[in-house]
């Protein structure tokens, strides 16, 4: 249980900086591992779904307001379709929350078994039916997407281990610059959020390369990311509970 500010409930499942200060911890390496897999699921909607993120909502909201402008034939129905299926998967992350109470392992466990299962659903349909953007099949692959993120995005922010959210990194720059030694501070947490940003961009580059393949190929390529990071974390923290 992690401190909390005066007056707010504190957070079930938080470990906060202690535990994963390093990147060598295995908490810290899950989160690392599931970064780069957000780079694979957004180069598949982003480019393969016409120009719509899954994992970025705030990419999201502003090509949405793009959209409803009429500029450049930007898409409104599937930015809309991303952002109700990342705040369901955010409310189940939720209530996975509130039903695991402070058992990590098993919150853990459950929200990756979720991933997993929506991402393979998601590689069956692509593997099945000629996906496209603003076509029905497209817009179901990208709730489905979008709802994995959205568990996994509420499971992470439990989780509270600073600039290691997996799916954003506007904060973790920030705090790469702003607590540089260039800027006057002491540099402390630069190795966590240089990595940070490095699977990201490294998972949307191999995204893109996948792409070239099939349009399955890097679903089950954050599928395998995902099963990956299980074996290996969970048993880790059913150990340290």
């Known amino acids: 249980m992690s401190a909390s500010p005066l007056g707010a409930r504190p957070v079930p499942n938080a ?57 450049e034939g930007l898409p409104v129905v599937a930015p809309l379709v991303s952002l109700g299926a990342f705040l369901a998967g955010s409310a189940i992350g939720g209530v996975l929350a509130v039903t695991t109470a402070d058992r990590r392992p098993q919150h853990v466990a459950r929200t990756l078994g979720m991933e997993i299962g929506l991402l393979l659903g998601a590689a069956i349909v692509a593997a099945t039916a000629e996906v496209q953007p603003a076509t029905f099949s497209g817009d179901v692959v990208i709730a489905m997407l ?24 506007t904060m973790t720059l920030t705090g790469l610059a702003a607590d540089s030694r260039l800027a ?52 880790f923290a059913h150990r340290e509970a």
């Not at 705030?58 to 959209?67: A, Q, R, S």
């Not at 630069?190 to 699977?199: D, E, G, Y």
């Not at 990201?200 to 099939?214: H, P, Q, W």
């Open 15 to 71: 470990v906060g900086d202690g535990a994963a200060r390093s990147v060598r911890h295995p908490l810290a390496r899950a989160l690392l591992a599931l970064t780069f897999s957000t780079g694979l699921v957004d180069a598949v909607s982003y480019l393969g779904l016409g120009r719509v993120f899954t994992a970025n909502m705030t990419g999201n909201i502003v090509l949405l307001g793009f959209g409803i402008a009429s500029s």
């Open 184 to 235: 006057g501070g002491s540099g402390k947490g630069s190795v966590r959020r240089i990595a940070a940003v490095l699977a990201m961009l490294t998972g949307a580059f191999a995204g893109a390369l996948l792409l070239r393949i099939s349009f399955v190929a890097p679903l089950l390529a954050a599928a395998g990311i995902a099963l990956l990071v299980a074996l290996a974390y969970v048993p």
């Open 146 to 169: 979008a709802l994995a993120m959205g568990v996994r995005n509420a499971t992470v922010r439990r989780l509270a281990v600073p600039d290691l959210t997996t799916t954003v990194l």
